[in-house]
């Protein structure tokens, strides 16, 4: 067999499993679901329908019904993976979802081990700021020279509350610095977060008690101020260039992702508070009951996975892949080549590295025609290895 019917034969059965892969996924969640509903209605009559039981098959349940649709969208991009640097950005996002209602329905079950489970979720979330970042400076990058196009725009000013500092440099210090503060999160978040993790085990992290010498205070503060900080980077690029990003669409896209970390965030925080308080009491049954600190995890988890079902289908529409279906018959694309970039974070670490000053020596040393280059480092890497991966399998980006 020749090497032209080789690669025939590939394309064919990329093309056949891209036709069909919707429906061999939903054929597999459905058989898994027709041995967890069982399972859970089984398991709801050996306990005695218990208040924690109970509780479980609900936030379950939301939990199943949020998969398929979050997956639906997944597949969809992948089956029209017409503009790969800003799909993969936004699969990413779409797996926000997922990843929130998973590792909140196994924090209910695991109870022991929901502060890592925690310490994942909450990580991931600062991975999704950055990708949305990412996302929209793809964009700028691939329509518009975006150095000067800044330069003849007039100096962004400073927003709400900040309107008596200076105006925003111009040019590309203004993506640079844009994105500098979006990374000042993707770095401090999971920091602070092994911190927490390391006081928790170790008893000393003061949860709940909002004292100076609360490791848990102190990591909330420094969160909070990161995190804010990072979002309102966010909207002083947007502000600055709505009318270019319009075709994107950006402003949905941006309160659906802050309204997964509003709800999150400060309903944890109203329940820690309610604890504080001791509205929110420890069991009375010592031996298999939860303590006050526990129940309120519990409550957040399962609020979680309720409003994740809400989320994934504002996420399955504002998200969706319609405008990237090609009228131009494409190559199949290699699913297992798409699924490893979304799970490859070399491109945070390279833009960690260029951003943060790391690679301030190669930067400058860098010939002058690519000057470009260091504002979208990962993107040119990601993209490139894309293509050499698609190269080897016989396809074309």
């Known amino acids: 067999m020749d090497g032209d019917t080789i690669l025939r034969w590939d394309q064919y059965a990329a093309r056949w499993l891209r036709d069909r892969l919707g429906y061999i996924l939903l054929i597999i969640y459905m058989m898994l679901l027709c041995v967890a509903i069982p399972l859970s209605v089984n398991e709801l009559v050996k306990r005695h329908a218990e208040k924690h039981v109970v509780v479980w098959f609900v936030a379950g349940v939301f939990v199943y019904m949020t998969i398929p649709i979050t997956t639906s969208g997944v597949v969809q991009h992948l089956k029209n993976f017409s503009q790969p640097p800003q799909q993969l950005r936004l699969i990413r996002i779409i797996m926000m979802v997922p990843v929130y209602s998973f590792f909140s329905y196994l924090g209910m079950i695991l109870k022991k081990d929901t502060i890592y489970l925690d310490a994942m979720r909450e990580c991931y979330e600062s991975y999704v700021i950055y990708n949305f970042m990412m996302f929209l400076v793809t964009y700028m990058y691939e329509h518009y020279n975006v150095e000067q196009l800044l330069e003849f725009k007039p100096a962004q000013p400073q927003l709400f509350p900040f309107q008596r500092l200076p105006p925003w440099p111009k040019g590309k210090s203004f993506v640079i610095w844009s994105k500098r503060g979006v990374f000042v999160y993707v770095v401090s978040k999971p920091i602070t977060t092994v911190i ?19 490791i848990w205070m102190w990591t909330l503060i420094i969160d909070n101020i990161a995190q804010m900080w990072a979002l309102y980077c966010l909207v002083v690029f947007y502000q600055a260039l709505k009318h270019e990003l319009a075709g994107i669409e950006p402003l949905p896209k941006f309160l659906c992702v802050k309204a997964v970390v509003f709800f999150s965030f400060w309903q944890g925080l109203f329940l820690d508070c309610l604890v504080l308080l001791s509205i929110i009491k420890d069991s009375e049954d010592k031996v298999n009951g939860y303590t006050a600190e526990e129940t309120a995890e ?10 994740m079902f809400g989320f994934s289908i504002a996420h399955h529409i504002v998200f969706s892949y319609k405008p990237y279906v090609s009228e131009i018959e494409l190559p199949p694309p290699q699913f297992l080549t798409s699924l490893s970039h979304l799970f490859n974070f070399k491109d ?5 590295r260029t951003q943060l000053g790391v690679s301030v020596h190669n930067m400058r040393s860098r010939p002058r025609h690519s000057e470009r280059t260091p504002l ?5 890497v990601e993209l490139d290895t894309f293509r050499n991966h698609s190269q080897e399998n016989g396809d074309t980006v």
């Open 196 to 214: 927490m993790l390391i006081a928790e085990l170790a008893g000393h992290s003061g949860k709940n008690e909002f004292r100076f010498g609360s």
């Open 298 to 307: 519990t409550v957040q988890n399962m609020l979680i996975c309720i409003e």
């Open 348 to 352: 945070v670490r390279n833009d960690i």
């Open 376 to 380: 979208l480092s990962s993107e040119h």
